[in-house]
């Protein structure tokens, strides 16, 4: 069965999302945390990517990129094979790091208050992971924008942009009585998750986002460019092969298809006549 293909336009933003192979640890030290931070700088350098949250596990990540050009596929290419090679060289490791194709949601960042909902869930991961007790700040887990929130904006990462989030969240200016702000509304989100009790659900969505992956799939220009997001294939794969074969990340970005045309290829190849719902 082919490859699910992915949506990519000017300005899209994902919640991008992969774990390591057989859910084994892809971060072993704060050395790894850094050297990946490190890659993800270059990446987006090299692309023009703009972070707005980003949160590394043990073994996995999340991230929330947006594209200015729509090269997400390519970039992400780059990216988990250049990590994938930097961690195998130095603990002295070869092949797969991550178990199969990364999952990429499309986030709706028009304004209507999906992309807080996004980031908020990228940066109360390690709560759900039990990482931050209860007693314990947000700024407990270091590995997390969160923390880089609340920092001016000379103390951040250049490819971190705040902007967007704390418009959000009614936050007008980035000061100090901003950032303050910033950090009692998602204590108070936290509080709220805590009440609810919202687990990750097997496709890593949230609301929103699947409504919002098939509005931008039927109306991207009358052109689309692939499925909005894919479940992956996380533990099915094992770590053979060298460096240079980081993990199957070769992606399906493609050139844009007329409408039906997708749709006319599968029937040829034997599939469905309907697009497929992820």
């Known amino acids: 069965m082919a490859r699910p293909l992915r949506v990519q336009y000017a300005g899209a933003i994902y919640h991008v999302m992969n774990r390591g192979d057989r859910r084994e640890a892809v971060f072993k030290d704060n050395k790894d945390h850094e050297r990946f931070l ?24 999340h991230l929330v990129i947006e594209t200015p050009q729509p090269n997400l596929a390519a970039g992400m290419k780059w990216f988990l094979g250049t990590y994938t090679g930097r961690f195998n060289r130095r603990h002295k490791f070869f092949g797969h790091l991550f178990g199969g194709r990364y999952k990429a949601l499309a986030v709706d960042g028009s304004g209507n208050g999906y992309l807080r909902t996004i980031c908020d ?5 390690p709560v759900r992971a039990g990482l931050i007790k209860g007693t314990q700040s947000l700024e407990a887990h270091r590995w997390s924008s969160f923390n880089d929130y609340l920092k001016g904006p000379r103390k951040r990462p250049v490819w971190l942009r705040t902007d967007r989030l704390f418009g959000e969240m009614g936050i007008g200016a980035d000061t100090t009585v901003g950032r303050r702000r910033f950090e009692d509304l998602m204590e108070q989100r936290r509080a709220q998750e805590k009440d609810q009790d919202l687990a990750e659900n097997p496709a890593g969505l949230v609301p929103g986002q699947r409504q919002f992956s098939f509005e931008i799939a039927g109306s991207n220009g009358g052109e689309v460019q692939g499925l909005p997001w894919e479940a992956g294939a996380a533990g099915e794969r094992r770590r053979t092969g060298g460096a240079d074969h980081p993990g199957g990340h070769g992606e399906g970005g493609v050139a844009a298809r ?7 290829r599968r029937r040829r190849k034997g599939g469905v006549g309907a697009a497929p719902a992820g």
Do not use: D, S
């Open 38 to 61: 490190q890659t993800l700088a270059e990446a987006c350098a090299r692309t023009g990517w703009q972070i707005h949250a980003w949160c590394l596990m043990k073994n996995h990540f």
């Open 121 to 125: 869930y990228v940066h109360l991961n």
């Open 258 to 264: 007329r409408p039906g045309e997708e749709t006319e």
